[in-house]
């Protein structure tokens, strides 16, 4: 860190791209900013770390190396865990594994007895401890823009529990005071809808004006549902920046920035969050699902 950033163009606009899927060959994406403060310092008492959420999810990946990092074991506790990806694991879920993980069943979750030498760390890293890598991210962003005397500079970033971009717009806000630059956060959820966002937010921070602002699509999207407008502009993506996205969120984010064409009236940078790992198994769905598209015949 700090992570690059670089020029590109998409979709008929010039803008700017922050690579966090850079940061580490394993530890990256905004998953790394978040456990960022577990990373750099000590706890000296703890042995092991425990989440839970979904089988595939970044954040379970990266706990994983985290607790690899510091010598913890690792318990994730998920609803269901299907015969297939018992006998075939993939994606993160393999990684993790590889990593030490141990799946442990949601119903159990209750049981497990409160002690200081387990560190509990909630679904996707939604907590205040992720304020502290974040706010660096916020930094970064802030030295580069000052470096490019951008007055306003406008930032979009796809949200799960919408802890990064809300950390994101509360701390460059801060950097922002007295001074006559502005950074403007702009977000649309990928999980649940404007209304379940706003209530994420609400939860983590009840000052509305530290909020970022929330885009939306006209078509309603479903969390790790397949797309054809998702997978189409996923290969254009990589076709024209060079650069590989995620599956599950960069899809919708980039959909719906194009679709916001007065984001635009600023320079605009868009935050590369990683997750690319992930479409290992989520690409060959993409594949089965939508045989007729590829490079060669949707550009
Ligand atoms: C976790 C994740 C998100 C969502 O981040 P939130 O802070 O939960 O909003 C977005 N993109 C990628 C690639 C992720 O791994």
């Known amino acids: 860190m700090p992570s690059t950033i670089e020029s590109i163009s998409f979709g008929g606009h010039e803008l700017f791209l922050k690579r966090d899927d850079l940061i580490h060959s394993d530890f990256s994406g905004n998953k790394a900013r978040k ?4 990373l750099v310092n000590d706890f000296p008492n703890i042995q092991k770390v425990i989440s839970y959420g979904s089988n595939q999810s970044n954040a379970m990946y990266s706990l994983s190396l985290l607790a690899k990092m510091k010598g913890w074991e690792f318990d994730y506790f998920v609803d269901h865990i299907s015969k297939y990806l018992q006998e075939n694991p993939q994606g993160n879920f393999k990684a993790a594994l590889e990593n030490g993980m141990k799946i442990q069943d949601k119903n ?41 005397n951008i007055e306003t500079l406008n930032v979009f970033l796809p949200s799960g529990t919408g802890t990064t971009a809300l950390f994101l717009q509360k701390n460059s806000l801060l950097l922002n005071k007295n001074t006559h630059f502005k950074t403007k956060i702009f977000t ?10 706003k209530k994420q937010f609400l939860e983590l921070e009840s000052d509305e004006s530290l909020h970022p602002t ?22 254009e993506l990589r076709h024209q920046t060079g650069v590989e996205f995620d599956l599950l969120y960069d899809p919708k984010g980039w959909l719906v920035l194009l679709d916001h064409t007065e984001i635009f009236m600023h320079p605009t940078l868009y935050l590369h969050q990683g997750g690319v790992l992930g ?16 490079f060669e015949n949707i550009l």
């Open 35 to 38: 456990f960022h403060y577990f």
């Open 214 to 235: 929330i885009v939306e699509s006209q078509k309603r999207f479903h969390f790790g549902k397949l797309y054809r407008e998702y997978y189409k502009i996923w290969l």
């Open 108 to 148: 159990k979750i209750a049981d497990i007895q409160v002690s200081d030498e387990i560190l509990f760390i909630e679904e996707g890293g939604r907590q205040s401890e992720s304020e502290y890598g974040i706010s660096m991210l916020a930094e970064e962003i802030w030295e580069w823009q000052q470096e490019q």
């Open 188 to 197: 649309t959820p990928c999980v649940g809808d404007a209304g379940y966002l």
């Open 279 to 294: 479409n290992a198994s989520m690409l060959p769905r993409y594949r089965r699902k939508f045989k007729d598209m590829n």
